[in-house]
């Protein structure tokens, strides 16, 4: 954001929540998109229709339903923060205090819902182009707007810089989500997930704990002294 707010015209460019729902009507709804992009995704498969429609429904769920329900258990954060707070100023008056409350309390921000409309379709274009991402992210999307609760206070709500700022995120997760897949893999086959899958060689890998800089870090520098990750 402080590289954004240096640049004319870019610093000024705005869109709201409000101004994306007038502008994509019902293909802004999140469940919409999802079934979309599930019934694409099937089809560049070559699954049969009734399993196109099956990943569309599924895809339209976890898109729709998800944030939702995060949304509603952390609702049950604010007022505890807010109580919280009240105690610490009442008996720290003389000192700053900051309470730290986990992102997904903005979930039902309409900015972030707006953004995560625009930023699946990109996502899984980000997948297919660049270079060093090798997977199509589904059920990562879900995480996404965890993210998103993070990324608009700094950008003050406006879902143009809101999409700048994932999408050179994203692209930075795929590839470090890529690079991280055959630990997570191991790990998943250690603790007995998705066996028969791996066997067959499949390769596992997701945005949230597979995106971390500071794992690829570790990862990295165990491999380069010869050590085991795993």
Known sequence: ??????IPGLRSARASAEDIKDTFGLFGEPMVIGFIIGVILAAIARYPIDKMLLVGVTMAATLALFPKMAGLICEGIV????????????????????IAVDPAILLGDPSVMATFIIMVPISIIISFVVPGIGFIPIASLSAMPYWLGGVVPHTRGNVIHSVIVMTLFIGIAGVIATQLAPSITRLNFIGGYYAEQIS?????????????IFGLIFVKLFEALGLSVI
């Open 200 to 212: 067959a060689g499949a390769m596992l890998t997701c945005w949230d704990e597979g995106s971390n």
């Open 79 to 98: 007022p505890v923060t807010t109580t919280i707070m009240t105690f610490m100023k009442k008996h720290f008056g003389d000192r700053e205090l900051n």
């Open 1 to 6: 954001m402080k590289v954004i707010d240096k």
